[in-house]
């Protein structure tokens, strides 16, 4: 695991605060808020994980939580950690994890949304997010959120110098069988999410429906349009070519199974990305019915 630079936890001071500093959120001992998989990597590909932890912050306790409710997905996506390590191994790609629980701050919000530093997540009221002041929530963001950007950034940098190349930006995160418990059934076993460029998704969904067991989301259960934030920020703003997939949790919950479905990502994604075309900026991709 590498990290960019030595990492100084912050503080943060209440506006109205008469007893000094907060405690930082990092302990000095406490692991950074990203890991990096072969950093030394060159190939035009970054791969992202926001949601791969569920650690919490010492400084945080357990948010108000018990230990089972952060081990469901309201605290991680379960199975990208190890879909994403697979992924790196397989493709020989550089990957950038987050190691904090989305609970604490989501690093796939912006800064201020409601779903940002979320009081209620999924009907579960979470305790240690409920009546935060701003300098409490820019704490968080500034200890957890604005490193691993900015470490995003440094990697999409040097891949792009050492390769002479605008790289691909390829998210990986999953979701639950049901929207909640009883809800309704989600039949999709892999959703791919694009916004207007699709030279990865529209390749990467037509190679998924050759097979005919499996039940593929075209921005299904989530569109790339409206949800998340970090693919935006980093490749749709740039031009580069991207995509991000939502692979349902019971498929991978296992080791073995996040290895599964990280062999036949690998192998759909060799062929796309020899396509010469993804390395390039286009600001204005074609949509599928556009090309």
């Given at each position: 695991?590498e990290?960019?630079a030595?990492?100084?936890?912050?503080?943060?001071?209440?506006?109205d605060?008469?007893d000094?500093?907060h405690?930082p959120?990092?302990?000095p001992?406490?692991?950074?808020?990203?890991?990096?998989?072969n950093?030394?990597?060159?190939r035009?590909?970054l791969?992202?994980?926001?949601?791969?932890?569920?650690?919490?912050?010492e400084?945080l306790?357990?948010l108000?939580?018990?230990?089972?409710?952060?081990?469901?997905?309201?605290?991680?996506?379960?199975?990208?950690?190890?879909?994403?390590?697979?992924?790196a191994?397989?493709?020989?790609?550089c990957a950038v994890?987050?190691?904090y629980?989305?609970?604490?701050?989501?690093?796939?919000?912006?800064?201020?949304?409601?779903?940002?530093?979320?009081?209620?997540?999924?009907g579960?009221p979470?305790?240690?997010n409920?009546g935060?002041?701003?300098?409490?929530?820019?704490?968080?963001?500034d200890?957890?959120f604005?490193?691993?950007h900015?470490?995003?950034n440094?990697?999409?940098h040097?891949?792009w110098?050492?390769s002479?190349?605008?790289?691909?930006?390829?998210?990986?995160?999953?979701?639950?069988?049901?929207?909640?418990?009883?809800?309704?059934?989600?039949?999709?076993?892999?959703?791919?999410l694009w916004d207007?460029?699709?030279?990865?998704?529209?390749?990467?969904i037509?190679?998924?429906?050759?097979?005919?067991?499996?039940?593929?989301?075209d921005n299904?259960p989530?569109?790339g349009?409206?949800?998340?934030?970090?693919?935006?920020a980093h490749a749709?703003?740039?031009g580069?070519?991207r995509?991000?997939?939502?692979v349902?949790?019971?498929?991978?919950?296992?080791?073995?199974?996040?290895?599964n479905?990280a062999?036949?990502l690998?192998?759909?994604?060799?062929?796309?990305?020899?396509?010469?075309a993804?390395?390039a900026?286009q600001?204005?991709a074609?949509?599928d019915?556009?090309?």
């Amino acid at each position: 695991m590498e990290h960019a630079a030595p990492f100084a936890p912050s503080t943060a001071v209440r506006p109205d605060a008469a007893d000094g500093p907060h405690p930082p959120v990092l302990a000095p001992h406490e692991p950074p808020p990203f890991e990096v998989l072969n950093a030394e990597a060159t190939r035009p590909l970054l791969l992202i994980c926001d949601h791969a932890g569920r650690r919490i912050p010492e400084a945080l306790g357990t948010l108000g939580l018990d230990n089972a409710d952060l081990h469901r997905h309201i605290a991680w996506d379960i199975g990208t950690g190890p879909i994403t390590r697979h992924l790196a191994d397989r493709l020989g790609a550089c990957a950038v994890l987050g190691v904090y629980s989305r609970l604490v701050v989501d690093l796939n919000r912006p800064p201020g949304a409601p779903d940002s530093i979320p009081p209620v997540s999924d009907g579960t009221p979470v305790p240690g997010n409920q009546g935060l002041t701003e300098a409490e929530e820019a704490a968080r963001i500034d200890a957890l959120f604005n490193p691993y950007h900015a470490e995003v950034n440094r990697r999409l940098h040097h891949l792009w110098r050492a390769s002479g190349q605008p790289p691909v930006l390829f998210s990986v995160h999953s979701f639950t069988p049901t929207m909640r418990d009883g809800g309704q059934p989600r039949p999709w076993h892999i959703g791919v999410l694009w916004d207007s460029d699709g030279r990865v998704a529209v390749p990467l969904i037509r190679a998924f429906e050759r097979d005919p067991d499996l039940c593929v989301g075209d921005n299904e259960p989530y569109s790339g349009w409206v949800v998340g934030y970090s693919v935006a920020a980093h490749a749709g703003s740039a031009g580069l070519a991207r995509a991000a997939v939502e692979v349902r949790q019971d498929l991978i919950a296992t080791e073995a199974g996040a290895a599964n479905w990280a062999d036949r990502l690998a192998e759909a994604l060799d062929g796309i990305l020899a396509d010469p075309a993804l390395y390039a900026v286009q600001p204005n991709a074609p949509t599928d019915g556009q090309e």
